[in-house]
């Protein structure tokens, strides 16, 4: 199992770089990722949350595959945008509604290191869009408006000081 980095932590905000290779140690590294993230009750998890700035993130939704995208790109996504109750792994206890784009297509390319492309709707969408933001050093808190991230920001400290 690995340990979780939370919010505070300046790894969060920052842009991990691309997966240079498909090896052993990749392989490795998102089997403990996995057991990490069902560890927690999560639907997804990104890389930089154990700790390592590379661009590679899974999901496991209900009713779906486990999935891994590594070097994932938004190809598109669609003009319908809907709101949602997000929370993250990183910040305990915090929930707000996000708004997001309803529909994406998404390549990436899986462990055996072949590309892929899939078209994600609804929860498995807001997921991988959740994910690929932490790729890019981006919470779904800095997606609500300021004072809205501030109240949750204490809301997440007063959390962590009543441990
Ligand atoms: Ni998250």
């Known amino acids: 199992m690995l340990n979780i980095v939370t919010l505070g932590d300046e790894r969060l905000k920052k842009h991990s ?5 498909f090896d052993g ?4 590294l998102t089997e403990q990722m996995f057991e990490t993230m069902y560890a927690n009750k999560g639907i997804g998890l990104a890389a930089v949350q154990v700790g390592k700035l ?16 590594i070097n994932p790109e938004l190809v598109e996504t669609s003009l319908e945008q809907g709101a949602f109750e997000e929370g993250c792994l990183s910040i305990p206890e915090v929930n ?3 708004l997001r784009p309803q529909q994406l297509k998404v390549q990436a390319w899986n462990l055996k290191g072949r590309p892929f492309s899939m078209d994600a709707d609804d929860l498995l969408a807001r997921v991988i869009q959740h ?3 932490h790729l890019n050093g981006v919470l779904f808190i800095d997606r609500l408006d300021p004072k809205k991230r501030e109240r949750l920001v204490k809301r997440y400290e007063k959390v962590i000081s009543d441990g």
């Open 17 to 21: 770089i691309l997966v240079p290779e």
């Open 25 to 28: 140690e990749i392989q490795t």
């Open 54 to 69: 590379i661009r590679l993130f899974i999901t496991h939704i209900p009713n779906d595959a486990a999935r891994v995208f």
């Open 96 to 98: 707000a509604d996000v």
């Open 131 to 133: 994910e690929l933001d």
